[in-house]
């Protein structure tokens, strides 16, 4: 049973992982990886499919509409809580719900709430059976196996990412202290490590929020250097064009 979770777990949380980065990509204009892990993996869509499966005996036989009813609270609850729990412990929102209606502290919205019930339905009635078919017919042996070696790696990537939110943090806060000091090559190296969720989450906020604006604001001077830089080492002739003309 343990196995069969782990395993569900792990399918849909790189199942949302997937749909994540299409859908962020398309709206950035470039490929996005839109977690805050460094693996393909979304645990929040790995959980929400857990828990329905986990309480799917409290459904019963219930008729369709108490199903999505509940996969509504189900999804909303979990997303509060989550996003709950990056602010309060790492000061970061990933997600800001304050533009769209009906939302509750920027965290859930009842639009997503709505949409995620229906996610719910197709996932519990439609997916998930076929789903777990197919983890039943493979040898007990191999499940074990690949939930040993998902768990691993899930644990792994999750300490691994939580001290690198950790280090953005006390980043920030230094950068803050030193910023009008700092060169904008020490800026390039000490800012490289975070580039990622910088992109990710593009109106990430911060508790913070002055020296995230000037995080930002720092970074854009280093591209636009980087970018002039780039095109005197290309375009040598034009640099010395426009220095015979001054």
């Known amino acids: 049973m343990l196995t069969n979770y782990i395993l569900t777990f792990s399918i849909y949380a790189f199942a949302g992982w997937v749909t994540e980065t299409i859908y962020r990509s398309s709206i950035q204009g470039r490929l996005v990886n839109p977690g805050f892990l460094r693996g393909p993996f979304l645990p929040i869509y790995g959980l929400f499919a857990t828990l329905v499966i986990w309480t799917s005996a409290l459904l019963g036989n219930v008729s369709w509409p108490w199903q999505y009813v509940w996969f509504v609270f189900l999804s909303t609850l979990l997303e509060y809580v989550a996003g709950w729990f990056f602010e309060r412990f790492y000061h970061l929102q990933l997600w800001d719900y304050h533009s769209t209606?009906?939302?509750?502290?920027?965290?859930?919205?009842?639009p997503f709430s709505l949409l995620w019930g229906g996610l719910g339905l197709v996932f519990y009635n439609i997916i998930n059976p076929t789903v777990q078919l197919q983890l039943q017919l493979t040898p007990a042996p191999v499940r074990t196996v690949f939930a040993l070696i998902m768990s691993a790696y899930v644990i792994w990537d999750l300490i691994d990412s939580s001290l690198l939110l950790r280090r953005l943090e006390h980043f920030v806060t230094a950068f803050h202290e030193h910023y009008?000091?700092?060169?904008?090559?020490?800026?390039?190296?000490?800012?490289?490590?975070?580039?990622r969720l910088l992109h990710t989450y593009p109106k990430m906020r911060h508790t913070l929020h002055e020296t995230m604006t000037l995080l930002y604001a720092k970074?854009?001077?280093?591209?636009?250097?980087?970018?002039?830089?780039?095109?005197?080492?290309?375009?040598?002739?034009?640099?010395?064009d426009t220095h015979s003309l001054d």
Request: aromatic share 12%.
């Open 101 to 110: 209606p009906l939302n509750l502290h920027g965290r859930i919205a009842l």
């Open 219 to 240: 970074q854009e001077a280093l591209e636009h250097f980087l970018k002039l830089q780039r095109n005197k080492f290309y375009n040598p002739d034009e640099e010395r």
């Open 180 to 195: 009008d000091r700092l060169e904008l090559p020490t800026f390039h190296i000490a800012c490289s490590p975070f580039y």
